[in-house]
């Protein structure tokens, strides 16, 4: 069975007023309704280059308390680096489509893995307005190269630049937490895999909505991964619940965004329960 992804939807549905009802969210889920207009969150800002690196831990150690959710500058991952990343994932949503479905998840399966318009079914059959290229870019043995477009020829360059930075970077967090909760420096690397632990790698995409006071382009969520290093660029979309009220993030150019997800928060508990 053919699945309708959303990218034609957005196309079908430009000059109208109106979406699908299965796009259309409940009342008390509409971002007209449930975003505190006016006010831009702004969330902690952490400098990796920073020379104290005491102040660097209490600092990641705060915010994943206070937070969950962080944005990192001077990471060391270049620019051009980030650009090309998403360059590439913008030219393979270009593509025509039955040459994006090749790279598709294949039905039935229960891989996250490949091109898709959603990961799982939501409570009252609503659809999130959003399509997105799934694959696994860390270690190389997990890799499964045909979830990996061919079209742009320059996608696994881009991808495995970023990746190798990205490590780097993932690695610095992992430290941090480590020594912020007094445990050695790889102590929380190691507990959730160490050099075996999977990257993955998720390229959303977000058509034009003409009604975007009743989408969403991703349900409320929380990430089952160790923690999301989230990519933004120019165009605003990220909120965040805080003090029972959901905020617009405010983007800082060249950041990447630090969200904790459910690992490190059992983790968490746990050793401070223990």
């Not at 699908?20 to 280059?49: C, K, M, W, Y």
């Not at 060391?76 to 489509?97: C, D, H, R, T, Y």
Request: proline share 7%; hydrophobic share 40%; with cysteine.
């Amino acid at each position: 069975m053919e699945v309708e992804r959303v990218q034609a939807i957005a196309s079908q549905s430009k000059c109208m007023d109106t979406i699908p009802s299965e796009f259309i969210r409940l009342e008390n889920e509409q971002p007209a309704t449930t975003t505190l207009h006016g006010v831009v969150l702004e969330v902690p800002v952490i400098d990796l280059s920073h020379p104290d690196l005491g102040k660097i831990v209490r600092s990641i150690a705060e915010a994943s308390r206070e937070w969950g959710l962080f944005q990192v500058v001077n990471h060391g991952i270049p620019s051009k680096a980030i650009e090309k990343l998403q360059e590439v994932g913008k030219e393979f949503f270009e593509l025509p489509q039955e040459e994006k479905e090749v790279y598709a998840k294949p039905q039935g399966s229960e891989s996250v893995e490949g091109y898709g318009t959603k990961l799982q079914k939501e409570v009252g059959g609503k659809k999130a307005w959003a399509d997105h290229l799934f694959h696994k870019i860390w270690p190389p043995a997990a890799i499964n190269y045909h979830f990996w477009p061919k079209n742009p020829p320059s996608y696994r360059e881009a991808n495995e630049e970023y990746a190798k930075r990205l490590r780097v970077v993932a690695d610095k967090l992992f430290e941090s937490l480590s020594l912020g909760l007094g445990l050695e420096r790889d102590e929380f690397k190691e507990a959730v895999g160490g050099d075996d632990l999977i990257y993955l790698m998720k390229i959303n995409y977000y058509p034009p909505c003409p009604r975007p006071d009743l989408a969403l382009g991703l349900v409320a969520h929380t990430d089952m991964s160790s923690f999301t290093i989230l990519v933004p660029n120019e165009v605003p979309g990220l909120q965040v619940f805080k003090d029972d009220h959901w905020y617009d993030v405010n983007y800082i150019p060249n950041a990447l965004i630090i969200h904790i997800g459910d690992q490190v928060e059992v983790f968490l508990f746990y050793f401070l329960c223990f």
